[in-house]
Nanobody
Framework: VQLQASGGGLVQPGDSLRLSCAASGRTFSSAYMGWFRQAPGKDREFVAGMSWFYDSPYYGDSAKGRFTIARDNGKNTVYLQMNNLEPEDTAVYYC????????????????WGQGTKVTVSS
């Protein structure tokens, strides 16, 4: 599967942003989609994940209450709606795919998009 992430940009604290991840060549090996992020000088962390087939999203601690993952199966696209953004959300955001349903571990994700940069600053 090929993944193309988009939607990043420069926003102010409190703003919202929606990231998109378009998937092409989707198969059962990409049954579960995840969003990760990597802030400068920090390790990459899991943000949110969702299956193409089941409505059971899962969120990392940093995303709970502010971020929402959603999908459009017809468009083969997964979204990450981010609300009330904080400077600490500044990072490069990556979408990734895995056959392991419910995984939060980078090692399980074998297809990665190129990343889209989000900067939250006043």
């Amino acid at each position: 599967v090929q993944l193309q992430a988009s939607g990043g940009g420069l926003v102010q604290p409190g703003d919202s942003l929606r990231l998109s991840c378009a998937a092409s060549g989707r198969t059962f090996s990409s049954a579960y989609m995840g969003w990760f992020r990597q802030a400068p000088g920090k390790d990459r962390e899991f943000v949110a994940g969702m299956s193409w087939f089941y409505d059971s999203p899962y969120y990392g601690d940093s995303a709970k209450g502010r971020f929402t993952i959603a999908r459009d199966n017809g468009k083969n696209t997964v979204y990450l709606q981010m609300n009330n953004l904080e400077p600490e959300d500044t990072a490069v955001y990556y979408c990734a795919a895995t056959p392991v349903i419910g995984s939060v571990h980078q090692r399980d994700f074998d297809s990665w998009g190129q990343g889209t940069k989000v900067t939250v600053s006043s």
